[in-house]
């Protein structure tokens, strides 16, 4: 379920989702070369790090009012904090994760997402055995509780690893407890209201597709 993506002066300029979804591949390749302190990158050596097309980096980037200086490109730390504004990585998103199987528990012990301005303010689930439990530095809360907690807690995204026959349930939990976006990674269609944006991230697609792309190089030439 897609959703539309405004620019840094609002309403007014509307980003393409398609430029939203490399914008993030953009930020991590820019966060690579400032670490090595570089100061400048062109358009041609970011499309070579994000495994897209100059052009593309280019147009992508206009989109933010960024356009760089001919023959020097684009001032890293600069761009770094207009990718890093429009992806709303400014602001310190409290995150929920629901379902602390093998998923969610690596998802709630990786110390990455402090960085990218998330922070894990909740975990849940339904076993006894895990809940109480410290997962990251956070104790299990009841996924019954997760009306009370995350609306306590000021939740705003939510993450679901739960079997598929109940990320429904736990969907319309987060709703209710304000919750105005939604990452589901368990193998299930799910239906939120208006106003709330939803992504889902099916790992078996995801395997196929790397699967199909294999098969193709595995094919020998013909003639060969």
Do not use: C
Not at 4 to 29: C, F, K, N, Q
Not at 107 to 135: E, H, N, S, T
Request: glycine share 12%; no cysteine.
């Amino acid at each position: 379920m897609g959703h539309d993506s405004a620019g840094t002066d609002g309403a007014s300029r509307r980003i393409p989702e398609a430029t939203v979804a490399r914008l993030p591949i953009y930020y991590r390749a820019l966060v690579d070369v400032a670490d090595r302190d570089v100061t400048t990158v062109s358009s041609d050596r970011l499309a070579e790090l994000a495994g897209v097309n100059a052009a593309k980096v280019r147009k992508d980037l206009s989109y933010l009012g960024t356009y760089g200086t001919r023959g020097v490109g684009y001032d890293v730390k600069q761009l770094l904090a207009e990718i890093s504004r429009d992806l709303g990585l400014t602001h310190d998103w409290a995150v929920a994760i629901v379902g602390l199987g093998h998923l969610g528990q690596a998802l709630a012990d990786y110390r990455g997402f402090g960085a990218r301005g998330f922070r894990v303010a909740a975990l849940f689930d339904a076993d006894p055995a895990k809940i109480g439990r410290q997962v990251g530095g956070l104790e299990v809360s009841p996924a019954a509780s997760i009306r009370a907690v995350a609306s306590e807690r000021g939740v705003r995204i939510g993450i679901i690893a739960t079997p598929p026959h109940v990320a429904q349930a736990v969907a319309d939990d987060l709703v209710a407890a304000g919750v105005s976006s939604i990452l589901n990674f368990a193998p299930a269609l799910l239906s939120v209201p208006g106003g709330v944006s939803l992504r889902k991230v099916d790992l078996a697609v995801e395997l196929q597709i790397l699967a199909f792309y294999q098969s193709r190089r595995s094919v020998p030439a013909a003639g060969g």
